[in-house]
């Protein structure tokens, strides 16, 4: 029985493993973030989707630092400054220069966003994800949850470039599909918010991928044919171009017949097929994958292979970690 490619949120009340836990808890006597309502300059930047050093040059430019400042101690960003930072951040992202942003909300008195009406059953009662996340998660959850796709996505192309990929997958973007399907099991609601953030993701994945550099064998990365579930081959060809290794996304549902005619066609170096939910596996296509000269590698990752009987060559990838490492296995043989 192979292993599960764990890499989101399955159908119903599947979760994937824990969301990050929370720090350690502060020297005795000292509140912490939450009970001081005061944050620190990183995590501000986390939270916003930016580099520490743009809200250093905001601070100093355009006058959005801290409205206190006790000697001898960081600044740490209130309530009220880090709701003129989100202000501007949405200005910003809709194609407004920095400092034209900054003029406008500076013009009129910052504010405490005001507090979301309680409601009963909906997509939007809460955050999106347990108290205990770190922060970015509660973010990304948050601007998900509003169906603010502009945000989602500024706070994904931060992440990855300052993690990477491997990490904001990890840490970031599966707590949050988690937590997505987890509330739609539970509420049978919020698939627009699931659809928004699939889409969303998909498109930052993407980016990501663009610019590695093409092999004279290509991988070839595809949904197995019964597959409707695609998200996870942008995150591998996110994932293989941070390491130089180009790829060609095939898409979801791929008839086995498709799949053998694309390896024939183009000798690709590697075949990863991604199988989500259980009864899509497709080992009938896996068996008839043409065998070919030098061969291809055939690497399968996801639930939905759980008991399948696969040929002996074929690798069975854990997590997106693993995945990447066998594909790039393979192309370096």
Same mark, same amino acid.
């Given at each position: 029985?192979?292993?599960?490619?764990?890499?989101?949120?399955?159908?119903?009340?599947?979760?994937? @493993?824990?969301?990050?836990?929370?720090?350690?808890?502060?020297?005795?006597?000292?509140?912490?973030?939450?009970?001081?309502?005061?944050?620190?300059? %990183?995590?501000?930047?986390?939270?916003?989707?930016?580099?520490?050093?743009?809200?250093?040059?905001?601070?100093?430019?355009?006058?959005?630092?801290?409205?206190?400042?006790?000697?001898?101690?960081?600044?740490?960003?209130?309530?009220?400054?880090?709701?003129?930072?989100?202000?501007?951040?949405?200005?910003?992202?809709?194609?407004?220069?920095?400092?034209?942003?900054?003029?406008? *909300?500076?013009?009129?008195?910052?504010? $405490?966003?005001?507090?979301?009406?309680?409601?009963?059953?909906?997509?939007?009662?809460?955050?999106?994800?347990?108290?205990?996340?770190?922060?970015?998660?509660?973010?990304?959850?948050?601007?998900?949850?509003?169906?603010?796709?502009?945000?989602?996505?500024?706070?994904?192309?931060?992440?990855?470039?300052?993690?990477?990929?491997?990490?904001?997958?990890?840490? *970031?973007?599966?707590?949050?599909?988690?937590?997505?399907?987890?509330?739609?099991?539970?509420?049978?609601?919020?698939?627009?918010?699931?659809?928004?953030?699939?889409?969303?993701?998909?498109?930052?994945?993407?980016?990501?991928?663009?610019?590695?550099?093409?092999?004279?064998?290509?991988?070839?990365? %595809?949904? %197995?044919?019964?597959?409707?579930?695609?998200?996870?081959?942008? %995150?591998?060809?996110?994932?293989?171009?941070?390491?130089?290794?180009?790829?060609?996304?095939?898409?979801?549902?791929?008839?086995?017949?498709?799949?053998?005619?694309? *390896?024939?066609?183009? @000798?690709?170096?590697?075949?990863?097929?991604?199988?989500?939910?259980?009864?899509?596996?497709?080992?009938?296509?896996?068996?008839?994958?043409?065998?070919? $000269?030098?061969?291809?590698? *055939?690497?399968?990752? @996801?639930?939905?292979?759980?008991?399948?009987?696969?040929?002996?060559?074929?690798?069975?990838?854990?997590?997106? $970690?693993?995945?990447?490492?066998?594909?790039?296995?393979?192309?370096?043989?």
């Amino acid at each position: 029985m192979p292993p599960r490619f764990e890499l989101c949120a399955q159908e119903g009340t599947h979760i994937l @493993g824990p969301v990050s836990e929370p720090g350690p808890p502060p020297p005795a006597g000292q509140p912490s973030d939450e009970q001081s309502g005061s944050l620190p300059v %990183a995590v501000v930047a986390r939270q916003l989707g930016l580099a520490p050093a743009t809200l250093r040059t905001w601070a100093r430019r355009y006058g959005l630092g801290p409205g206190s400042h006790d000697a001898g101690a960081h600044r740490r960003y209130a309530p009220e400054d880090v709701a003129r930072l989100e202000a501007v951040r949405r200005l910003t992202l809709q194609g407004l220069p920095p400092g034209e942003a900054a003029r406008l *909300v500076l013009g009129a008195p910052a504010a $405490r966003p005001a507090p979301q009406p309680a409601r009963s059953g909906g997509a939007g009662d809460g955050a999106l994800t347990r108290a205990g996340a770190e922060r970015v998660v509660r973010g990304l959850g948050r601007a998900a949850v509003q169906l603010d796709s502009a945000t989602v996505m500024a706070m994904v192309r931060g992440e990855l470039a300052e993690h990477g990929v491997l990490h904001t997958w990890d840490h *970031v973007l599966r707590p949050v599909l988690a937590a997505v399907g987890a509330r739609w099991a539970q509420t049978g609601q919020g698939v627009e918010v699931e659809h928004l953030l699939s889409e969303c993701l998909t498109a930052v994945l993407r980016e990501a991928a663009q610019g590695a550099p093409a092999a004279v064998r290509p991988v070839l990365l %595809a949904s %197995a044919p019964d597959e409707q579930h695609s998200l996870p081959l942008h %995150a591998l060809a996110a994932g293989l171009a941070e390491r130089q290794v180009g790829s060609r996304v095939l898409g979801p549902a791929m008839p086995a017949v498709a799949l053998e005619a694309a *390896v024939r066609r183009t @000798g690709a170096a590697a075949l990863f097929l991604w199988s989500q939910l259980p009864g899509t596996g497709g080992e009938a296509a896996v068996h008839a994958l043409p065998a070919t $000269r030098p061969p291809t590698a *055939v690497v399968v990752g @996801g639930p939905g292979w759980t008991g399948a009987q696969l040929p002996e060559r074929v690798g069975v990838a854990r997590d997106l $970690r693993e995945a990447v490492e066998l594909v790039r296995h393979a192309v370096a043989g």
